[in-house]
């Protein structure tokens, strides 16, 4: 009998740690992507795992595959990824695998397919209140409009994400839309409100010590400077700029 419930316990112990091994590495992503990836593969091994601990497995490694633009590899995992979420009822994390196959299909230009694929996103956290997640489609579907040179769309979903992670807390996620949002006022010719945004963005990711936010902030800060002819106060934005990203 003792042996038995240590072999339970044993059982549920490594159910348990495999999840968290999730969780640890999907908190690590934007830092740690070879962290990321063997925490995921550690997980894999430990346990015989549920569908939505496997979607969670193949989001993890369809994000470093992604962020490694091995966008082959990154599309397998998060397909796979979306059918397994599907299949255990966990819409949010199906939204997830969603989003970061809209960011693949960006990043090899098939931008009709990355808006198509993002507002499906959008819509699946807008029915399940998920303001963070909300907000990220938001945003990314502003940068694909960014890039397609249609500015007004861009900054139109840019103002409507930083008002969601405004509403959800999500302070790096602001300060990377606040950059966002000066960047199309920027590239709309609309020089002193790209300022007024970049200088909060430029703000805040300094308070919460987000050093790659901090670095576009600083560089656009420099291009809005010399758009206005001020071009010293331009020239030590740039400079500032070079020192942050050494």
Not at 63 to 72: C, D, G, I, K
């Amino acid at each position: 009998m003792k042996n038995s419930n240590s072999q339970a316990f044993d059982g549920v112990s490594a159910f348990s740690s495999a999840e968290s091994f999730l969780v640890a590495a999907w908190a690590e992503r934007t830092h740690d992507l070879d962290e990321t990836r063997r925490r995921t593969l550690r997980a894999l091994e430990q346990a015989e795992l549920t569908p939505r601990l496997r979607s969670m497995a193949q989001r993890n490694l369809g994000f470093v595959a992604m962020r490694h633009a091995n966008y082959v590899l990154a599309a397998e995992h998060l397909d796979h990824g979306c059918v397994l979420a599907r299949a255990a009822g966990d819409p949010k994390l199906e939204a997830d695998c969603l989003a970061y196959r809209a960011m693949v299909y960006s990043g090899l230009g098939h931008y009709v397919q990355a808006i198509e694929t993002q507002t499906v996103a959008l819509d699946l956290r807008q029915c399940n209140a998920d303001a963070t997640g909300e907000g990220q489609s938001l945003g990314n579907l502003g940068v694909i409009y960014g890039y397609l040179g249609d500015f007004a769309a861009s900054l139109e979903y840019h103002v409507r994400a930083l008002e969601r992670r405004t509403q959800s807390g999500d302070e790096a996620g602001r300060a990377l839309t606040l950059n966002n949002v000066g960047v199309a006022y920027f590239e709309l010719s609309e020089f002193e409100s790209a300022l007024d945004y970049h200088v909060q963005a430029l703000r805040i990711s300094r308070e919460i010590n987000e050093r790659q936010v901090e670095v576009y902030a600083q560089v656009n800060l420099g291009a809005d400077l010399h758009a206005l002819n001020r071009h010293e106060e331009a020239r030590i934005a740039n400079a500032t700029a070079l020192d942050l990203a050494e």
